[in-house]
């Protein structure tokens, strides 16, 4: 079964410092991975998406995430945090084919001024 | 900008009262999902359309909810009689088929069960 696993459910950084948000999956297959954004009383938004190419993906708005297949990661990362990056952030993996999106719990970003 | 139409945006309903969201996805794509997500929570797959089949339903409480994509497009998710606890945030998505590709979220239909 695949699952995915955000490994901070709340985390806080000061505004231009840097973030990291956590995110470990399994999977049987290679997976296709997903970091999405939801703003309050906003539709999910999506950030950037991994699909066996380059191992580094840039996305919107100055993010990145790394897959690493030894540690079975997919960490997001911002070098430096705006006050509009405030919201939810989800890490979603698909194992295969046209199987559904599976999301982790998410993780409540607040970047304080 | 093509999107994912979703109404009611909001829907107050009594417990034992019947309740139905509609769903319009952008056009083209032949996969339609309904995902549920309980407040402070992750999205959680009701229901995946490929075309006008279920593909999968496995998490669907088959005893109270009910989905149908008639002709390959829209959609409709019912649930009769509503509980309190399906108070809850109800998310259509569409997208492409294949491994890769994002689905595209609409707006969400907030539902409370009183």
């Known amino acids: 079964a695949q699952s995915v696993t955000q490994l901070d459910s709340h985390v806080s950084v000061s505004e231009g410092t840097p973030v990291l948000l956590r995110c470990n999956y399994s999977s049987s297959y290679s997976p296709s991975l997903f970091w999405y954004v939801q703003h309050p009383n906003k539709g999910l938004q999506l950030l950037l998406k991994?699909?066996?190419?380059?191992?580094l993906v840039k996305g919107i708005n100055g993010f990145e995430a790394e897959f690493k297949k030894s540690e079975t990661s997919f960490h997001l990362t911002k070098p430096s945090a705006h006050m509009s990056d405030a919201a939810e952030y989800f890490c979603?993996?698909?194992?295969?084919?046209?199987?559904?999106?599976?999301f982790g719990k998410g993780t409540r970003l607040s970047v304080i001024a | 900008e093509a999107e994912v139409a979703q109404s009611p945006r909001y829907k107050i309903t009594e417990k034992s009262q019947a309740v139905a969201f509609w769903c319009d996805p952008i056009?083209?794509?032949?996969?339609l999902y309904w995902y549920r997500q309980i407040l402070g929570q992750g999205p959680e797959l009701l229901v995946q359309?490929?075309?006008?089949?279920?593909?999968?339903d496995s998490q669907l409480p088959k005893d109270r909810f009910s989905a149908e994509r008639l002709k390959g497009v829209d959609s409709t998710l019912k649930i009769q009689p509503a509980e309190l606890g399906d108070s809850a945030m109800y998310l259509c998505a569409s997208s492409f088929p294949g491994q890769g590709t994002e689905a595209f979220f609409g707006q969400g239909t907030r539902l409370t069960v009183v």
């Open positions: 979603v993996v698909r194992h295969s084919g046209n199987t559904p999106l599976v």
């Open positions: 991994y699909t066996s190419a380059a191992t």
């Open positions: 359309f490929q075309d006008e089949s279920v593909v999968d």
């Open positions: 056009s083209g794509h032949a996969t």
